[in-house]
């Protein structure tokens, strides 16, 4: 029996430089953090002769051709694993919400299975084995920012390159910096779901025409690290936070919409200095930035939304479980 944990991540700055159609050109960056919410997998070996899969549904398959649940079939392919077992999967948020969900489900599948096979994969191969999963096998028209936040954990600059390697800087923040980000931070959750692919495709395509709003994107996750260092500048952060988000908004391709857009201008209202949609946009959390003493008011002018408690997480995916 193998259990993986891996974390979901929230995106500051610098979205959309991390899709092939930008950084073949120039080279991207983003700026996030993982968080302590988190996706698990199972693996355990079948008596049985098939594979089982339970996921918001069960499926059972007699070959790894015919398992449905593509990111399943793939990671086990990848791996070369070829044998009857039983996965299962569990995440503490919903798909479709902003967090980076189907990245973490893929490298999470990855570090159970290469625990399966008695190895410890590096972050740095789990990602690059979760994008050739994504992307390049299943062609799905997505960045590559998620696949490496989840794999590596923790606040990380990401910067992407033309020859498509990314490097990968740890933010050297003060935990107090950090402890003071989580207390001046709402995830409020907008009540709707998308399908980020049909916004990524849409921005990857309009990329051409944009790339000076995408370029300023970019500029802004690493001043946006900058804000972090030393004594951190936390209201400096916010601002630079709202100027993304203004960016981000003005590409159009679904990325916002009336209700998220009357939700953000009521909590800027309330004194939040901050914010973004999470993800792709569309629907999910929204993340708002207020000193403490603000939050009360800002809750009250959005309705008292469901949120999400926020805390940073450390570490990125890793196996917390191995019975032989």
Known sequence: MIISQTPFRVS???GGTD????????????????????????????????????????????TIDSVQHELVREAMRMVEID???????????????????????????????????????????????????????????????????????GVNYFRFNPDHTVDASPVPCRSETLDELERRVILAYTGQTRDANEILEKQSNSTGDRRGELRAMRDLAGAMRESLLGDGDLDHFAGLLHEGWELKRSLGCGISSGHVDDWYAAARKAGALGGKLLGAGGGGFLLLMAPPWRHRAIREALGRPRELPFKIARHGSRNIFIQQ
């Open 12 to 14: 500051f700055a610098g």
């Open 19 to 62: 899709l092939p159609a930008f950084y073949r050109e120039e080279a991207g960056a983003v700026l996030s953090t993982t968080i302590d919410q988190h996706i698990y997998v199972t693996i355990h070996r079948r008596f049985e002769s098939t594979i089982r899969v339970g996921y918001s549904r069960t499926e059972t398959a007699d």
């Open 83 to 153: 044998e009857p077992l039983e996965i299962t999967t569990i995440g503490d948020v919903p798909a479709g919400t902003g967090m980076g969900s189907s990245s973490s489900l893929t490298v999470g599948l990855l570090t159970a299975l290469h625990g399966y096979r008695h190895r410890i994969a590096s972050p740095s191969r789990l990602a690059e084995e979760a994008c050739r999963i994504e992307i390049d096998v299943l062609k799905k028209p997505i960045g590559r920012q998620d696949q490496y936040a989840a794999a590596y954990g």
